[in-house]
């Protein structure tokens, strides 16, 4: 049942005259024609309403507006236009997730990650490699040194003062073996 349309309800009345007795059967003739066309209606409506049959529901009768992006005129069939977009997007995005899963692979991310410090420097954790080399060039000069450095003497003994000579700190060392 496609567009079902209500009209507006028409029955003929026998033409009746003041006066007159009224025949019984033309009375009944026009209350039968009434009970038929409000039976005829109930028949539409439960057929509309109570319909899961393609293209005889309520929802394929029902007239909307046009929406940007879908073609429908009806609700059934806009409903349908709907599910599909949903489908193909759903469809769409879990296809895209599956895609970026199968190109991760978990040991290459946890390399990665092992590599990250975030604003700290573990203990133990600097080796030659992530020194500058100039910082590194200056370790190795004074650890090839062969003079033993034992203390250093800042202030003379017998004074409070340290020891200044033509107006800088003078540093005294005392070299050990």
Do not use: C, W
Not at 75 to 95: C, F, R, W
Not at 147 to 153: A, G, M, N, Q, R
């Amino acid at each position: 049942m496609n567009d079902v349309a209500l009209n507006e309800l028409s029955i003929s009345f026998p033409d009746f005259k003041l006066n007159e007795v009224i025949n019984p059967e033309e009375f009944d003739t026009n209350n039968s024609e009434i009970v038929n066309k409000i039976n005829a209606l109930i028949e539409v409506m439960n057929k509309i309403t109570d319909s899961t049959t393609d293209g005889d529901s309520g929802a394929d009768n029902v007239a909307v507006t046009l929406i940007d992006g879908y073609t429908a005129t009806k609700l059934q069939p806009l409903l349908e236009e709907i599910v599909a977009k949903l489908t193909s997007t759903t469809s769409t995005a879990e296809n895209a997730v599956e895609s970026v899963a199968q190109k991760v692979d978990k040991s290459y991310v946890d390399e990665i990650a092992a590599n990250f410090v975030l604003g700290i420097v573990p203990d133990g954790t600097i080796t030659e490699e992530k020194l500058h080399p100039d910082v590194r060039e200056s370790i190795e000069t004074h650890l090839n040194e062969t003079t033993i450095h034992t203390k250093i003497i800042a202030i003379e003994e017998g004074t409070t003062e340290p020891p200044v000579e033509n107006g800088a700190l003078l540093i005294i060392y005392e070299a050990g073996e």
